[in-house]
């Protein structure tokens, strides 16, 4: 079973489908900073902590005996009146007053929940069996869950956002490189890849406007044996970028 968290436990996947970026390794400790605006909006009408009752009635299937969570999991304090706990899902109030529903069954510990400044974006990561991920769920509309993979790295304009998490175990929540688009009342993946792609070790490192994110790659064959090094080995460059329809590509992003 993959370790769970030493410090902080990791969250949320949800039924629907997104900061300042907290810098973060996927299935490690999360320690996550909080997320920052995208655009303003108002502060949440009411409480979710009863409507719990309007989220589907869910069973937790271990017919295998795979679980090992007994209880619910910890909502934080300061979010006590925006998200409610079962055993099987969280409740999160929309910026509206409804409520969006997320599975959370499968998730053994989650990290510290971040809210975003102007209270649109809450984030987490989550660790479970073999699995790990993080999720930013977007509360405007009818609330919609993105699962992220890693942290995601975003734009400085807040209206994209984009995150890789590929690796040969296929643990990752996302296990792609994938892009997402904020506007005024929701969030959309723009594109999602994950075939096709030399394996070792992939990094978001930024964005050239909103056109085009940097990305960096250590190729397994140049992977130090000592994980301690990888810092500092040499990286390949890569990006994706709009006009050629997010797809990675090797090399820098053109200059504007």
């Keep these: 079973m993959r370790s769970l968290l030493v410090t902080l436990p990791m969250l949320l996947a949800a039924c629907g489908s997104a900061g300042e970026p907290a810098a973060e390794a996927s299935g490690a400790a ?44 910890a909502v934080p304090k300061a979010l006590a009146e925006l998200v409610a706990a079962d055993m099987n899902q969280f409740a999160v109030t929309t910026l509206g007053g409804g409520t969006g529903c997320i599975d959370v069954r499968w998730m053994e510990a989650i990290g ?20 790990f991920g993080f999720i930013v769920f977007d509360r405007a509309g009818k609330g919609a869950s993105f699962e992220t993979g890693d942290t995601p790295v975003w734009s400085a304009s ?3 956002f984009a995150a890789i ?33 030399p394996s070792g070790d992939w990094r978001v490192d930024g ?27 040499a990286r390949d460059p890569w990006y994706a970028a709009a006009a050629k329809g997010w797809k990675l590509q090797p090399g820098s992003c053109p200059k504007a």
């Design 30 to 73: 999360v320690a996550t900073a909080p997320v920052a605006a995208s655009s303003p909006t108002a502060a949440p009408a009411k409480p979710a902590r009863h409507e719990l009752s309007a989220c589907p009635k869910l069973v937790r299937d271990d017919e295998n005996g795979l679980l090992e969570r007994k209880a619910p999991l």
């Design 158 to 160: 807040r209206q994209h």
């Design 165 to 197: 998490d590929l690796s040969e175990s296929g643990f990752g929540g996302l296990n792609a490189f994938g892009v997402w688009e904020v506007t005024a009342g929701a969030t959309q993946e723009l594109s999602a890849q994950s075939d096709g792609l």
């Design 112 to 131: 510290t929940p971040t809210l975003s400044k102007d209270q649109r974006f809450l984030s987490f990561g989550w660790n479970g069996y073999e699995a």
């Design 207 to 233: 964005w050239q406007g909103d056109s085009c994110v940097a990305i960096s790659l250590v190729p397994s064959e140049r992977m130090p044996s000592d994980a301690g090094r990888l810092a500092r080995a």
